[in-house]
């Protein structure tokens, strides 16, 4: 299981994902960041600073 905190990029943003897939991960940060914080242009930068920022956590089950 992978989680992205979006607080670790963006202080103050309670934010979180989990997923399977790092891929998914990616898929529903960059999604908040175009929606909630009104990122138009999804830089190369922007990617490494998600990916670096997901964290693999175990299943809560």
């Known amino acids: 299981m992978k989680e992205f905190q979006c607080g670790s990029l ?31 242009i999804i830089r190369e930068t922007m990617i490494e600073a998600i990916r670096s920022r997901i964290q693999k956590v175990r299943d809560a089950a």
Do not use: I, K
């Open 10 to 40: 963006v202080p103050g943003c309670d934010w979180h994902t989990r997923a399977e897939e790092e891929a998914e991960v990616m898929r529903r940060a960059v999604e908040h960041m175009r929606l909630t914080h009104g990122e138009t």
